[in-house]
């Protein structure tokens, strides 16, 4: 790999340098490097073995044909993270390699040089080059093993990539109208944040249903409130465009925002809901602003009951029950105190359903969370968004998380361990023994 970022002076601190670390996942499946030292040609030396079909056991006789492998059209998702002496990490790029190119090969061989793209304001520039080779196992030594002929591969990609075209330009048009009709309902609708499509990490503008993935944690965690505290765990950071001016909202993948560790509040909600979501949970993206009038994204909950609203704060931890006021009562009945931070909300959406807030006020505390109630939300088609979010495009995959390869148990005996040698030195050297 040949990286086009050179070492700044003054970057590498107490005998430390910064490294580069590649993150890839295919299909549920995650790897990462070895970190290596920062240069402007990084010795990048991995192998990773992807199984195709890591949900099933398959058929272990016989090699699987090029024809039916052709239908995976998953890609594999790469990554590349600086990490710097302190620790803090940075995406300097987050790129999808369409595999499928090994098919045609009669020896199961691909090799390419990948340009990647940085991220955010810089995802037009090329941050790097990634010398990449696919061996599709075990092609080679199968004479069975038919490739596919170069016009089939290209003729079966073109034809994915104008039905997705087709598909996300039917989607912008419905979008429009459905625009169109909720501002036809209240001139002051034109000031709600009802968010339809937001950014990615590679500047692609995507509906935002698309973000959401239900994600099961398996054992990893045990309930939703350590799910909430997982999320917590991982850094807010806010980006900040070049020279001022309005922050750039940038939504990252779930798997750039776990390769990462850290990322904008709008990742932190998109992971707490997935996350709610794999526990079974009602759960949404709340839309809205807090404080100030700042935007901001929240996590609420829906029980069976309409009036079950929980809100979860996804860089906190923090849950609030959501207790609503009406504005209608006279002032002699008592009104309930919601300590939420949240001010207004625009809309709310999962990975099926988006709903735009049509309720006289958009104050939070007034607004009721009845769904179903089509004269206070207006519903997204399913439909729509169901076309926009499968089949699988190359940006939807649901990653799952990995368990900690830390011992914990080891690591605090060690830690205990050295705590102690350290105690007992300090007391010798002081003359307390």
């Not at 790469?78 to 369409?98: A, F, K, M, N, Y």
């Not at 691909?110 to 990449?132: N, R, T, Y």
């Not at 300590?339 to 006020?361: E, V």
């Amino acid at each position: 790999m040949s990286e086009k970022e050179n070492l700044l002076p003054g970057s590498v601190h107490h005998g430390r340098q910064p490294h580069f670390q590649l993150f890839l996942h295919f299909r549920r499946q995650r790897f990462r490097s070895n970190p290596v030292p920062c240069a402007c040609e990084p010795d990048f030396r991995e192998g990773f073995l992807l199984e195709l079909h890591p949900d099933g056991r398959g058929d272990l006789a016989r090699m699987a044909d090029s024809r039916s492998l052709l239908s995976i059209a998953d890609k594999l998702h790469v990554t590349l993270v600086r990490i710097d002496p302190h620790g803090e990490t940075t995406l300097l790029s987050s790129q999808h390699i369409e595999w499928r190119h090994v098919l045609g090969d009669t020896n199961g061989h691909f090799a390419k040089s990948v340009e990647l793209f940085g991220v955010g304001e810089e995802s037009k520039v090329i941050v790097g080059v990634l010398d990449i080779r696919l061996d599709l196992i075990p092609a080679g030594q199968d004479s069975s093993w038919i490739p596919l002929a170069g016009d089939v591969l290209e003729a079966q990609l073109d034809l994915e990539r104008s039905r997705r075209a087709e598909i996300e330009r039917r989607f912008l048009l419905y979008a429009k109208h459905y625009w169109r009709e909720f501002l036809q309902m209240r001139d002051e609708h034109k000031d709600r944040l009802v968010k339809i499509f937001a950014q990615d990490e590679k500047g692609v503008h995507r509906c935002v249903c698309s973000f959401v993935c239900p994600l099961k944690a398996g054992r990893l965690l045990d309930s939703p409130q350590h799910a909430a505290r997982f999320v917590t765990a991982l850094g807010l950071q806010r980006s900040q465009p070049v020279g001022g001016g309005v922050r750039a909202e940038i939504w990252s993948s779930l798997f750039a925002f776990l390769a990462v560790n850290q990322g904008e509040c709008e990742s932190h909600a998109v992971l707490l809901c997935s996350l709610l979501l794999g526990f079974g949970l009602d759960a949404y993206v709340c839309v809205g602003t807090k404080g100030r009038g700042t935007s901001h994204t929240w996590v609420v909950t829906l029980g069976a009951a309409p009036e079950t609203v929980t809100f979860w704060e996804p860089t906190s931890g923090q849950r609030y029950i959501h207790q609503r006021v009406n504005p209608e009562d006279p002032p002699s009945v008592t009104q309930p105190m919601n300590k939420y931070p949240y001010k207004t909300i625009g809309s709310l959406f999962n990975h099926r359903s988006f709903y735009a807030n049509c309720q006289p006020l958009d104050i939070v505390e007034v607004c009721s969370f009845d769904l179903s109630d089509e004269s206070r939300w207006k519903a997204m088609s399913e439909e729509a968004i169901k076309s926009i979010s499968g089949p699988s495009p190359d940006w939807i995959q649901c990653v799952p998380l990995c368990s900690n390869p830390v011992d914990w148990i080891l690591s605090s005996n060690e830690i205990e361990r050295e705590l102690r040698g350290l105690i007992t030195e300090h007391r010798q050297v002081s003359g307390q023994v």
